[in-house]
């Protein structure tokens, strides 16, 4: 891979940093992939807009500013920034509690919570936080995002259908929609369902063809057939014009700071979602990101949305695929996009003011239905399910385990719950791995000593016992690595080694624990030894309890076996 990863330092990496260095044979592809991708912005950006429970037009108010402040600060040059479902869905989650069903009110605490998103996001990344998006696992991420989707997709089939929507969880979502089939509208459920497929065949088909040529499609034969005057519900007025600048009347203070805790939240799974999408069109082009400059550049996009009057934005994998399949080079394909959409706020809304609900519900249901991701959670179940050794197999369990546990909480306590059980999921698996690491027992074939698990065929010597601890050893799992010890020895054992090779870290605690381990072994006539000690390991044990390892650490496992009177 070429390429840095942008230094921290702002003499070193100014503003628009992708743009330095431009060169002009990068202007027609950088427009081509912004034309391109504003095809696909403004229908989704009004769709979403609709998940967060505020007018479409807001959609547009987010993603202009977005597009420029992230391109200003962050550290991707393909990554897209603007309104996405997942974090649109939870916006909606944590503001409706809240807004007292003020519509008013609504909208200024969606923007409101873009504003705490953002500060959030723009302080994590000054001080160095990148690291926080590894507090989701992965399973867990999968499980939520599919949870949150299967919940999307519910909330628009009414929309589909031409039938009242019914408000609570999942499950409750999902009876509504089966308990009113029966009053179905024929001409909603047709241009519903024609929308949906055509989308969904053109993504199949011809992925380069923008699916907003449905939406143009909808849009005209509504104005051509009357089809409003016909029943056909439609998005209606939009507001034209650039959006108020300022903070949102919220009431006051209070209202920001009830939102941090719901905020963090929004910004850890936005910043996974667009640390992704970075990644990946980094890796194609041979560059690297920063985690730290994407923190920056989310929290800057963020405020500037809600100090718009938008909502909260993330990298959007997407739009990202659609910019990087254009041809994009730089962020300049996004600060066209945010051009073109200014004038569309301008002088285009009027296009879309005919635009059918249904047809919006159908580019919702088309964007997220690829984040149903069911072929990862099979995989996860077919690891699971595989003949593995004991911890292995465990952790592949509990990944499965995981994402089922986040994708249920999503569906049966909501979204927001579901987050947390999903973030607490996370923390548990995490805690219980680093608990519990695998000791390996090993035998020698030949110059090599291998994990007896992994090579059944192989006999041990029933008198010493050569053991591998596969982590660091520390408070947290040294009762469980004494305990796998002891439960190792037989009458037969003598000798106990210790490979401490594996181990490249020991605290006091632990270190503790060998001492009293190796006090219990010598009253059963073992001698617990300790070889291919390094770096802190060794520091810790040599100074803090020689008296417990007189002899010292031995270089090999042979030597150990040796003893320190006989050659090994």
Same mark, same amino acid.
């Given at each position: 891979?070429?390429?840095?990863?942008?230094?921290?330092?702002?003499?070193?990496?100014?503003?628009?940093?992708?743009?330095?260095?431009?060169?002009?044979?990068?202007?027609?592809?950088?427009?081509?992939?912004?034309?391109?991708?504003?095809?696909?912005?403004?229908?989704?950006?009004?769709?979403? =807009?609709?998940? $967060?429970? @505020?007018?479409? %037009?807001? +959609? /547009?108010? !987010?993603?202009?500013?977005? #597009?420029?402040?992230? *391109?200003?600060?962050?550290?991707?040059?393909?990554?897209?920034?603007?309104?996405?479902?997942?974090?649109?869905?939870?916006?909606?989650?944590?503001?409706?509690?809240?807004?007292?069903?003020?519509?008013?009110?609504?909208?200024?605490?969606? =923007?409101?919570? $873009?504003? @705490?998103?953002? %500060?959030? +996001? /723009?302080? !994590?990344?000054?001080?160095? #936080?990148?690291?926080? *998006?590894?507090?989701?696992?992965?399973?867990?991420?999968?499980?939520?995002?599919?949870?949150?989707?299967?919940?999307?997709?519910?909330?628009?089939?009414?929309?589909?259908?031409?039938?009242?929507?019914?408000?609570?969880?999942?499950?409750?979502?999902?009876?509504?929609?089966?308990?009113?089939?029966?009053?179905?509208?024929?001409?909603?459920?047709?241009?519903?369902?024609?929308?949906?497929?055509?989308?969904?065949?053109?993504?199949?088909?011809?992925?380069?063809?923008?699916?907003?040529?449905?939406?143009?499609?909808?849009?005209?034969?509504?104005?051509?057939?009357?089809?409003?005057?016909?029943?056909?519900?439609?998005?209606?007025?939009?507001?034209?014009?650039?959006?108020?600048?300022?903070?949102?009347?919220?009431?006051?203070?209070?209202?920001?700071?009830?939102?941090?805790?719901?905020?963090?939240?929004?910004?850890?799974?936005?910043?996974?979602?667009?640390?992704?999408?970075?990644?990946?069109?980094?890796?194609?082009?041979?560059?690297?990101?920063?985690?730290?400059?994407?923190?920056?550049?989310?929290?800057?996009?963020?405020?500037?949305?809600?100090?718009?009057?938008?909502?909260?934005?993330?990298?959007?994998?997407?739009?990202?695929?659609?910019?990087?399949?254009?041809?994009?080079?730089?962020?300049?394909?996004?600060?066209?996009?945010?051009?073109?959409?200014?004038?569309?706020?301008?002088?285009?809304?009027?296009?879309?003011?005919?635009?059918?609900?249904?047809?919006?519900?159908?580019?919702?249901?088309?964007?997220?239905?690829?984040?149903?991701?069911?072929?990862?959670?099979?995989?996860?179940?077919?690891?699971?399910?595989?003949?593995?050794?004991?911890?292995?197999?465990?952790?592949?369990?509990?990944?499965?385990?995981?994402?089922?546990?986040?994708?249920?909480?999503?569906?049966?306590?909501?979204?927001?719950?579901?987050?947390?059980?999903?973030?607490?999921?996370?923390?548990?698996?995490?805690?219980?791995?680093?608990?519990?690491?695998?000791?390996?027992?090993?035998?020698?074939?030949?110059?090599?000593?291998?994990?007896?698990?992994?090579?059944?065929?192989?006999?041990?010597?029933?008198?010493?016992?050569?053991?591998?601890?596969?982590?660091?050893?520390?408070?947290?799992?040294?009762?469980?690595?004494?305990?796998?010890?002891?439960?190792?020895?037989?009458?037969?054992?003598?000798?106990?080694?210790?490979?401490?090779?594996?181990?490249?870290?020991?605290?006091?605690?632990?270190?503790?624990?060998?001492?009293?381990?190796?006090?219990?072994?010598?009253?059963?006539?073992?001698?617990?030894?300790?070889?291919?000690?390094?770096?802190?390991?060794?520091?810790?044990?040599?100074?803090?309890?020689?008296?417990?390892?007189?002899?010292?650490?031995?270089?090999?496992?042979?030597?150990?076996?040796?003893?320190?009177?006989?050659?090994?």
């Amino acid at each position: 891979m070429t390429g840095t990863a942008p230094p921290s330092s702002s003499k070193r990496w100014p503003l628009f940093g992708s743009l330095q260095g431009y060169r002009s044979r990068w202007v027609r592809p950088d427009v081509l992939a912004g034309l391109t991708v504003w095809a696909v912005l403004v229908p989704e950006a009004l769709a979403y =807009a609709t998940i $967060a429970g @505020v007018p479409p %037009v807001v +959609g /547009l108010y !987010a993603a202009a500013p977005a #597009l420029v402040l992230y *391109a200003a600060l962050g550290s991707s040059k393909h990554l897209v920034v603007g309104p996405m479902s997942a974090t649109a869905a939870l916006s909606a989650a944590i503001i409706g509690p809240v807004a007292g069903g003020d519509p008013a009110r609504f909208v200024a605490l969606t =923007a409101a919570l $873009a504003i @705490v998103t953002g %500060v959030l +996001g /723009l302080l !994590a990344g000054l001080v160095r #936080l990148g690291f926080i *998006a590894t507090f989701i696992s992965e399973p867990v991420l999968k499980g939520f995002i599919v949870g949150l989707a299967l919940t999307i997709i519910i909330g628009q089939v009414p929309k589909l259908l031409g039938i009242p929507k019914t408000g609570g969880d999942f499950l409750e979502q999902t009876w509504g929609v089966l308990t009113q089939l029966g009053d179905v509208d024929g001409l909603t459920v047709l241009i519903g369902g024609v929308s949906l497929t055509a989308v969904l065949a053109l993504r199949r088909w011809l992925p380069l063809v923008p699916g907003s040529l449905v939406v143009l499609a909808a849009i005209a034969a509504t104005a051509m057939f009357g089809l409003d005057q016909r029943g056909l519900d439609i998005v209606g007025p939009i507001q034209a014009g650039l959006p108020a600048i300022g903070l949102p009347g919220t009431g006051g203070p209070g209202a920001y700071l009830d939102l941090i805790g719901p905020a963090a939240g929004v910004l850890i799974i936005g910043f996974a979602e667009g640390l992704g999408a970075a990644k990946t069109y980094a890796t194609k082009a041979g560059y690297r990101v920063s985690a730290n400059r994407e923190l920056t550049g989310l929290g800057a996009a963020n405020i500037g949305s809600g100090m718009c009057s938008g909502m909260v934005v993330n990298g959007s994998l997407s739009k990202t695929a659609v910019n990087g399949s254009a041809g994009a080079r730089t962020q300049l394909s996004g600060l066209v996009v945010a051009a073109l959409t200014v004038i569309t706020l301008l002088f285009l809304t009027g296009l879309f003011q005919q635009l059918p609900e249904a047809t919006l519900a159908a580019v919702v249901i088309a964007a997220v239905v690829e984040l149903v991701d069911i072929a990862s959670l099979r995989r996860l179940f077919g690891v699971s399910t595989a003949r593995l050794g004991s911890i292995y197999g465990f952790a592949a369990r509990a990944d499965f385990a995981a994402a089922i546990i986040a994708l249920l909480g999503v569906l049966i306590f909501d979204t927001l719950p579901g987050l947390i059980i999903g973030i607490v999921a996370s923390m548990v698996l995490l805690l219980y791995r680093v608990s519990r690491p695998h000791v390996a027992r090993l035998t020698r074939k030949d110059a090599a000593w291998l994990d007896i698990d992994r090579h059944p065929g192989l006999a041990p010597d029933p008198t010493v016992l050569v053991v591998r601890v596969e982590a660091g050893l520390f408070f947290a799992n040294s009762d469980h690595v004494r305990d796998r010890i002891q439960a190792m020895c037989t009458p037969a054992t003598r000798i106990v080694i210790l490979d401490a090779e594996t181990s490249p870290f020991i605290d006091i605690t632990a270190a503790t624990m060998l001492v009293g381990l190796a006090d219990t072994l010598h009253r059963q006539g073992i001698e617990l030894r300790i070889a291919r000690d390094i770096g802190q390991f060794r520091d810790v044990i040599g100074r803090v309890v020689p008296e417990a390892f007189h002899h010292g650490a031995y270089p090999t496992i042979d030597t150990a076996i040796a003893g320190p009177d006989q050659p090994p």
